[in-house]
């Protein structure tokens, strides 16, 4: 079956990095558009960033942009997001999703695929 298993989360400091990685497996990974979301307390899962099934496209939501580069390495069938200049805002757990659909998905319903999560916490 699918599964998709993210990493690298953690607690950092406003200002400071983290990577996450996720790990697809059971499935065409260069067939998929993948993407990252999130879900902070209280909160609905948002979209954050896609990375393109084809042509390797990305696009990002308007409060990560500039901060956050999300990338893929089909020989891995991993993709990953760079955070860069992290806020206590970027505070949820993150959510990698896979999707079957063409060019780039942002709606939870076009994903057909999901991780667990993996918490970041940025302090302030």
């Known amino acids: 079956q699918v599964q998709l298993v993210e990493s690298g989360g953690g607690l950092v400091q406003a200002g400071g990095s983290l990577r996450l990685s996720c790990a697809a497996s059971?499935?065409?990974?260069?067939?998929?558009?993948m993407g990252w979301f999130r879900q902070a307390p209280g909160q609905e899962r948002e979209f954050v960033a896609v990375?393109?099934?084809?042509?390797?496209?990305?696009y990002y939501t308007d409060s990560v942009k500039g901060r956050f580069t999300i990338s893929r390495d089909n020989a891995k069938n991993t993709v990953y997001v760079q955070m860069n200049s992290l806020k206590p805002e970027d505070t949820a757990v993150y959510y990698c999703?896979?999707?079957?659909?063409?060019?780039?998905?942002?709606?939870?319903?076009?994903?057909?695929?999901w991780g667990q999560g993996t918490q970041v916490t940025v302090s302030s």
């Open positions: 999703a896979a999707s079957s659909f063409y060019g780039s998905p942002s709606r939870k319903s076009e994903y057909q695929y």
């Open positions: 059971g499935l065409t990974f260069s067939n998929y558009a």
């Open positions: 990375i393109r099934r084809r042509d390797g496209n990305t």
